[in-house]
């Protein structure tokens, strides 16, 4: 590998861990406290004020779920096949569908039949633009005043600055795709070729 190379890998390694860690709803005190990393260098690693080491990259790997080569982004072997790493939050299991850091994020979102299916769900506000797609069972969405059930081949998209929240709303699992844009990034659905 090229000396420009490298640099280009190393350069692009605090951009990746910061995108991971927003992904995973994770502070960087929260991170810290998992790797035994200290706050500054964690900071100044996903700035790139610091060069990564295996040292640093080890632990940061494991605590985010992700393979070394994530971190780094290996260069390209031709295959085109991802594997995904499954992770928790919120009590769903999401499945990343999508390897680059920033842009469009892809995930195939799982909810668990729930214990309560009649608790509204909690709303939570933040910068960015979201698609989802039911793939089975029944997803309620609440998006601000809107109280709706989405069920299997039914999409929504909305502005993630409204109040939304999400919840099973069947006896069984519900599996969606949800297509996030943090910076507002809008999916682009076209229903009939154009000139139709």
Do not use: C
């Not at 005043?145 to 993630?160: C, I, M, N, R």
């Amino acid at each position: 590998m090229a000396d420009d190379d490298i640099t280009g890998v190393l350069t692009s390694v605090g951009p990746r861990l910061r995108a991971l860690r927003r992904d995973r709803g994770t502070t960087l005190a929260q991170l810290s406290a998992t790797t035994g990393i200290s706050l500054s260098t964690l900071s100044r690693l996903e700035s790139g004020q610091r060069k990564p080491t295996l040292e640093l990259l080890l632990p940061l790997a494991k605590a985010h779920g992700v393979q070394l080569d994530e971190l780094v982004g290996a260069p390209p072997t031709g295959d085109p096949r991802i594997h995904p790493r499954p992770f928790k939050r919120h009590g769903q299991t999401f499945v990343p569908l999508t390897r680059h850091l920033g842009g469009l994020h892809a995930y195939k979102q799982i909810f668990p039949a729930s214990p309560s299916p009649d608790t509204r769900p909690e709303q939570r506000v933040h910068e960015g633009y979201e698609w989802l797609y039911v793939l089975s069972g029944r997803l309620r969405l609440v998006l601000g005043e809107h109280d709706l059930v989405l069920t299997a081949g039914e999409a929504a998209e909305f502005d993630t600055r409204t109040p939304h929240g999400f919840a099973n709303a069947g006896a069984g699992p519900v599996e969606f795709l949800s297509l996030f844009g943090a910076q507002g990034e809008r999916m682009h659905v076209r229903a009939r070729p154009a000139g139709s």
